[in-house]
């Protein structure tokens, strides 16, 4: 290889590991929340829980049980803005507040055409009770811009029984997001009690990871070789 060829190679490797950003203990591997930061009551389970596991052997659970945070302390928790929370219950079924619930959160910085994923799997005793109330799960995508997608609700979403401690539960899903602009983000996911508290509902967390943009990964296999035959073209003969 020539010398111009080696600093090409140089130039590219190192603009790869610039774009690269990805969270930390995304798997919860670690078993603990390092480097996540948590709200209400929230813990890392093996497939001891009774849901199984969609990678490795951790996964984070975000539960409405006991010991959660107000409504208010989770909007400023994860960043949005104060009554987003009652916005979104109502949206879903009208007139609907929401009382407490947990959260986890990270934040990252990513390039635009990244892609935030994750798995997921929303549980709920809300089915035990004479009046359900519609408590809902989410992920809270936030800088500038303050975007919420919820992940499921009771009222809308697919419910089997469970073999955890929850009577019910989705079973795993996945979910994706690309980002358009890129910047630092507070990624957050929490579940919420809404109505009241009588009856819990969780969610389960798990393989939350960037993947980068494609023209990131394409420049590593497309740009070395373009980069090395412009210099040598430049090279006196
Ligand atoms: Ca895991
Ligand atoms: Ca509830």
């Known amino acids: 290889m020539t010398r111009g060829g080696l600093i090409a190679v140089a130039v590219v490797v190192g603009c790869v590991s610039v774009t690269s950003a990805d969270f930390t203990n995304g798997g919860f591997e670690s078993g603990d929340f390092t480097s996540w930061s948590t709200a209400g009551l929230a813990s890392v389970e093996t497939a001891a829980f009774g849901t199984g596991t969609t990678q490795g052997t951790h996964q984070a659970l975000l539960d409405t049980f006991d010991n959660t945070a107000s409504r208010s302390s989770l909007e400023s928790f994860l960043g949005l803005g104060s009554g987003d929370l009652n916005t979104i219950a109502s949206s879903l079924n009208a007139g609907d507040t929401v009382v407490e619930g ?36 989410f992920v809270s995508i936030v800088n500038a811009m303050t975007d919420v997608s919820v992940l ?15 009577g019910h539960e989705t ?8 980002f358009t602009t890129g910047g630092t983000f507070t990624i957050g996911f929490g579940v919420v009690d809404v109505g009241g508290a009588d009856y819990a509902s969780g969610l389960i967390i798990d393989n939350v990871q960037i993947v980068p943009a494609p023209s990131a990964v394409a420049l590593a296999f497309l740009g070395m070789p373009l980069a090395i035959s412009f210099i040598r073209r430049r090279r006196p003969s």
């Open 102 to 137: 947990s959260a986890t959160k990270q934040t990252i910085t990513v390039n635009a055409g990244d892609v935030l994923s994750f798995d997921w799997n929303m549980l709920t005793d809300e089915f035990m009770a004479q009046s359900m109330m519609n408590d809902f799960s």
């Open 152 to 166: 499921s609700d009771i009222m809308t979403g697919s419910f089997v029984a469970s073999s955890t401690s929850f």
């Open 171 to 178: 079973g795993f899903n996945s979910f994706s997001h690309t």
